[in-house]
């Protein structure tokens, strides 16, 4: 198995930033891709950002393009989410996820690994 802990989440102002971070443990991390999911209340769980094994390739949802970046550091088995120009729209519950394969499966298909989820609270 492979488990995965998100922190980094927090009340932030719009326009504000926050960095969650996902450590990931169990198989060799470094050969899945990973990404991150959120959902807010009383909507569907959606996808947000997905990032390759080696880094070189990523995905955004069309609402959070230029404002968040996904990245990855295999060597310590961690992933993170920067994000900026935070909007009130952007308040959910997010999401660690990876997938064996590659990172495009994660765009429309189910993780086979969930964290824990983080709140993500923008104020107006």
């Known amino acids: 198995q492979v488990q995965l802990v998100e922190s980094g989440g927090g009340l932030v102002q719009a326009g504000g930033s926050l960095r969650l971070s996902c450590v990931a443990s169990?198989?060799?991390?470094?050969?899945?891709?990973m990404g991150w999911f959120r959902q807010a209340p009383g909507k569907e769980r959606e996808f947000v950002a997905a990032?390759?094994?080696?880094?070189?390739?990523?995905y955004y949802a069309d609402s959070v393009k230029g404002r968040f970046t996904i990245s990855r550091d295999n060597a310590n088995n961690v992933e993170y989410l920067q994000m900026n120009s935070l909007k009130p729209e952007d308040t959910a519950v997010y999401y660690c996820?990876?997938?064996?394969?590659?990172?495009?499966?994660?765009?429309?298909?189910?993780?086979?690994?969930w964290g824990q989820g983080t709140q993500v609270t923008v104020s107006s």
């Open positions: 169990g198989r060799t991390i470094s050969r899945y891709a």
């Open positions: 990032i390759s094994w080696g880094g070189g390739t990523t």
């Open positions: 996820a990876a997938v064996s394969g590659v990172a495009r499966t994660l765009v429309g298909g189910r993780p086979d690994y």
